[in-house]
């Protein structure tokens, strides 16, 4: 009864940097998502996958890549971290685009 | 420019008491409004989900209205318990109207503090 499972939970990184974020999810849901949260913002899209083998940029792409590996797993990455991405990550899930999004617990990144 | 604006941004209330917050949108075309429930340190928990035609939709000491002319949302919450501390999020969803799906647009959240 996991759902949606992030790892890790927090992270402190040096800038420049690289790491990937993983995310699986259990409910064989077609649509994965990645958010980023801000203080004082709401959550924002990076990058989602609609299905297996597709990805799609979000409203804040820039920095990061994805990689949809199968139906059940879809990570995040960042290949030269800058302080501008000390965030809270959340990786999501959903049956379909447009239908409830289930999230993971998040993983707290700090860019020094 | 979809844009989804909650108020108030904080609330502080006693045990008991009720409480309403509310969810003003832009977006378009509307397609669905949720309200997610979020825990400190944890991620969001969907509460209600309330399409164009829905007026009113309760979860248990939850009740979230829509009234679509005004593009205006508002959950009240019953008798409250301290559990109920936490963020509230609105999240709009808009059709896209090229390529199909939907696009999520999420408020910033208002975070409410129930206090003894």
């Known amino acids: 009864n996991a759902g949606v499972t992030q790892t890790p939970k927090f992270q402190v990184l040096k800038t420049g940097q690289s790491m990937t974020l993983q995310c699986a999810q259990d409910?064989?849901?077609?649509?994965m998502y990645w958010y980023r949260q801000d203080p004082g913002m709401g959550l924002r899209l990076i990058y989602y996958?609609?299905?297996?083998?597709?990805?799609d940029k979000g409203e804040v792409p820039n920095g990061y890549n994805v990689s949809r590996l199968n139906k059940r797993e879809f990570s995040l990455r960042l290949e030269s971290a800058a302080p501008s991405q000390t965030s809270v990550y959340f990786c999501?899930?959903?049956?379909?685009?447009?239908?409830?999004?289930?999230f993971g617990q998040g993983t707290r990144l700090t860019v020094v | 420019k979809n844009q989804v604006e909650q108020s108030p941004q904080s609330l502080i209330i006693l045990e008991g008491k009720n409480c309403t917050l509310q969810?003003?949108?832009?977006?378009?075309?509307?397609?669905?409004l949720r309200w997610y429930k979020q825990d400190t340190g944890r991620g969001p928990v969907s509460l209600t989900i309330?399409?164009?035609?829905?007026n009113t939709k309760s979860n248990g000491r939850y009740t979230a209205t829509l009234d679509a002319d005004t593009k205006q949302s508002s959950l009240h919450i019953t008798a409250s318990q301290l559990s109920d501390s936490a963020s509230y999020i609105c999240?709009?969803?808009?059709?896209?109207?090229?390529?199909?799906?939907?696009?999520?647009?999420f408020g910033t959240g208002t975070q409410l503090k129930v206090e003894l």
């Open positions: 999501a899930s959903s049956e379909w685009v447009g239908t409830e999004a289930f």
């Open positions: 409910m064989n849901h077609n649509s």
């Open positions: 996958s609609a299905s297996e083998g597709t990805t």
């Open positions: 969810c003003n949108y832009t977006v378009s075309p509307f397609s669905n």
């Open positions: 309330m399409t164009f035609s829905e």
């Open positions: 999240v709009v969803s808009a059709y896209v109207l090229t390529g199909g799906g939907n696009k999520l647009t």
